[in-house]
């Protein structure tokens, strides 16, 4: 069961970058505003679903190490996101993957 939850959030991760990918140039900044569908700690991997005005935008991230996570102002684990917070993510392209730079959690 595992497995398979971490097979597909791995498959959701990779859409998403796909997705993404496209929109946005290698060193470009942006953020996403939105809530956490998906941490893989395993990975370093966060999925945040931004509403736009077009619907919703699907981000997927691997963390960049040592990038900051906070909650209201202090440091926390990206241990501590959970599916369901409300964040903002920034982040950027390194080549053809989305790397994020930092969360913050509300």
């Given at each position: 069961m595992l497995r398979k939850l971490l097979i597909s959030m791995a498959l959701l991760l990779l859409a998403a970058a796909m997705v993404t990918a496209g929109t946005i140039t290698p060193g470009e900044t942006r953020q996403a505003v939105?809530?956490?569908?998906?941490?893989?700690?395993?990975?370093?991997?966060?999925?945040?679903?931004?509403?736009?005005?077009?619907?919703?935008?699907?981000?997927?991230?691997?963390?960049?190490?040592?990038?900051?996570?906070?909650?209201?102002?202090?440091?926390?684990?990206?241990?501590?996101?959970?599916?369901?917070?409300?964040?903002?993510?920034?982040?950027t392209r390194e080549g053809d993957r989305l790397v994020g730079l930092d969360i913050k959690a509300r």
């Amino acid at each position: 069961m595992l497995r398979k939850l971490l097979i597909s959030m791995a498959l959701l991760l990779l859409a998403a970058a796909m997705v993404t990918a496209g929109t946005i140039t290698p060193g470009e900044t942006r953020q996403a505003v939105g809530t956490v569908s998906a941490v893989d700690l395993a990975a370093a991997a966060v999925v945040v679903e931004a509403p736009i005005e077009a619907g919703t935008l699907t981000v997927g991230v691997t963390m960049k190490k040592g990038a900051p996570v906070t909650r209201k102002g202090s440091a926390i684990s990206l241990s501590d996101i959970k599916v369901g917070d409300k964040v903002t993510l920034t982040y950027t392209r390194e080549g053809d993957r989305l790397v994020g730079l930092d969360i913050k959690a509300r």
